[in-house]
């Protein structure tokens, strides 16, 4: 957030730092008190209502809370001036209590949309800082603690879908590298999860919307594992979604401070995650230019070797002339990618399912990976030894590597068993 700055704290007997947010800001606190103050005047001559939320004022925590204790307020001191009767002078008290309520919930609101445009402005921002990195890796490790200063968060973490497999991909808690490491090592081997369940993250890629959850620790969608491991309290999540397509989240609290997160968290950290799934998206298409412009300066060298040889030959009496056809062969040999020998006998399903096959993934593997049934595999599998007039998986791999890059399979290749039936 713009304005925030860094403090350090000791704290058992370590150098941590911690962002200090919108939260503890002078301003925030005095239309907090102020709104406190409205209430306990409210609730002197109305009483309480357990609706109005709890009996302690100094509980009342964040704007939205507040604002949400005075509209019930606000409804219920209006009701009981429509009440016939009562004293005059019950009724003038209980005018200005509607009017002190009312002043204290248009700053409220104030205080709300000056922290939205603030908010805008740091995403933003931070958006910038991220489109500057064009490595891929690099860009998911930083996007966590980048997602955090931009969104006024403590701690925050990006997480990736693969087929129906949810793990985590990097973390950052603030001023607990060792901390965040230790939560990403888990969330990638002992609790990732499986999106065929009904969790939060299930229900985000269902819907395309961000989440907020309060007490996370009971709550029915939660990821026990990982919330109890992290010790959140609440949270707030939303989908990282290029092209329409959900392929990860990203996740933020308050833990450091114990503020709970409210909508103005959820709503930053939704219109972060529709920056950053641009960024992902336009990372994306820049490393695969860069890979065609790797195989475009491949194949001009290719043909520069040929032109080269063509030019540089012995020169003899009786020159032999290439042929029409031996010329257009030439030029199909430099053009015409080994893989297509393949493509001509395979579909390109088939070709896929074959590659991860040679890369030692069974059945099961090969469907999680592209998210179809394995007996789907299992029919797909069975077409390619057919058509490669292979006797089994071990066959089909070897006649791959030839068709490919025109060797055998190393001995250090791991090749599944035959799983065709």
């Not at 016939?84 to 248009?106: C, I, K, M, N, Q």
């Not at 996370?216 to 990821?223: E, F, N, R």
């Not at 010329?327 to 990618?337: E, K, L, Q, Y």
Request: aromatic share 4%; charged share 30%; proline share 5%.
């Amino acid at each position: 957030m713009p304005g925030d700055t860094v403090e350090a704290m000791e704290e058992d007997n370590t150098s941590a730092r911690r962002l200090v947010g919108r939260h503890d800001r002078p301003e925030r606190r005095v239309v907090e008190d102020a709104a406190r103050e409205a209430v306990a005047h409210a609730e002197a001559a109305l009483g309480h209502d357990p609706d109005d939320g709890p009996a302690d004022v100094a509980e009342l925590r964040g704007l939205d809370a507040l604002e949400r204790t005075l509209a019930r307020l606000i409804d219920r001191a209006v009701e009981a001036l429509d009440l016939p009767g009562g004293a005059r002078r019950g009724r003038r008290d209980l005018a200005h209590v509607v009017l002190d309520l009312e002043s204290a919930r248009g700053k409220v609101r104030e205080r709300r949309i000056t922290e939205q445009l603030e908010a805008l402005s740091s995403v933003q921002a931070g958006l910038d800082r991220l489109r500057a990195i064009h490595d891929m890796p690099t860009l998911l490790e930083r996007t966590p603690q980048v997602m955090c200063e931009a969104c006024g968060l403590e701690r925050g973490v990006l997480s990736q879908v693969d087929g129906s497999q949810w793990t985590i991909e990097s973390a950052y808690f603030d001023g607990d590298d060792e901390w965040a490491a230790e939560f990403v090592r888990l969330g990638r081997d002992e609790l990732s999860a499986r999106l065929d369940h009904l969790t939060l993250e299930t229900e985000m890629v269902r819907r395309r919307a961000p989440a907020l959850i309060h007490d996370a620790q009971s709550h029915p969608l939660a990821h026990l594992p990982l919330v109890e491991h992290a010790d959140v309290r609440s949270y707030v999540s939303a989908p990282v979604m290029p092209e329409g397509r959900v392929i990860g989240f990203l996740h933020g609290d308050h833990y450091y401070s114990g503020h709970p997160v409210d909508t103005l968290d959820r709503d930053t950290i939704h219109a972060f995650a529709r920056g950053f799934g641009h960024i992902i998206e336009r990372a994306a298409l820049l490393n695969r230019l860069q890979t065609q412009r790797q195989e475009v300066h491949r194949l001009l060298s290719s043909a520069e070797a040929v032109m080269s040889d063509l030019s540089g030959g012995e020169i003899q009496f009786h020159e032999r002339s290439m042929s029409s056809g031996e010329v257009a062969r030439a030029a199909a040999g430099m053009f015409t990618p080994p893989e297509s020998r393949l493509e001509m006998l395979l579909t390109r399903r088939q070709t896929e399912i074959l590659g991860l096959m040679a890369g030692g993934a069974t059945n099961i593997e090969i469907a999680n990976r592209l998210v179809i049934a394995p007996g789907t595999v299992k029919t797909h599998v069975k077409h390619i030894l057919r058509k490669l007039r292979a006797a089994n998986r071990a066959e089909a791999v070897s006649k791959y590597f030839r068709l490919t890059i025109g060797v055998e399979p190393g001995y250090e290749a791991e090749i599944p068993p035959d799983e065709t039936g």
